[in-house]
């Protein structure tokens, strides 16, 4: 059985970083895309970052984190990691990573992604 679990959330000031790590049990990723969503209260879901198989491709990011996010992923661990930096109190969200085979979807779209986390929850605060 594939699973997906986040950790690192928290609680922060606006300005100031922290680091979530998703671990991916019961497969070997390596010809998967693996993405970061998340979602406010009240709120739709949305697009944060993406990195696909590809180690030639560019990370993928939303308007609203580029330069202040940075996704990562590490075979050797299976695991995804984001890192975020100067962060705003518009960052307060559950943070869910997500993981898919190529050709389901646009990479920034939900639905290339089939098998997801339970989520993992960022507070930031003024």
């Known amino acids: 059985q594939v699973q997906l679990a986040e950790s690192g959330g928290g609680l922060a000031q606006a300005g100031g970083s922290l680091g979530l790590l998703c671990k991916v049990t019961?497969?070997?990723?390596?010809?998967?895309?693996l993405a970061w969503f998340r979602r406010a209260a009240g709120k739709d879901r949305e697009f944060v970052a993406a990195?696909?198989?590809?180690?030639?491709?560019?990370?993928t990011y939303a308007d609203s984190v580029k330069g202040r996010f940075t996704i990562s992923r590490d075979s050797a661990y299976n695991t995804v990691s984001l890192r975020m930096e100067t962060l705003k109190p518009d960052d307060t969200a559950v943070y869910y990573c997500?993981?898919?085979?190529?050709?389901?979807?646009?990479?920034?779209?939900?639905?290339?992604?089939?098998?997801w986390g339970q989520g993992t929850s960022v507070t930031v605060s003024p």
């Open positions: 019961g497969r070997n990723f390596r010809w998967d895309n």
């Open positions: 990195i696909t198989w590809n180690p030639d491709d560019m990370p």
């Open positions: 997500a993981m898919g085979r190529p050709g389901r979807g646009g990479i920034d779209s939900p639905g290339a992604y089939d098998l």
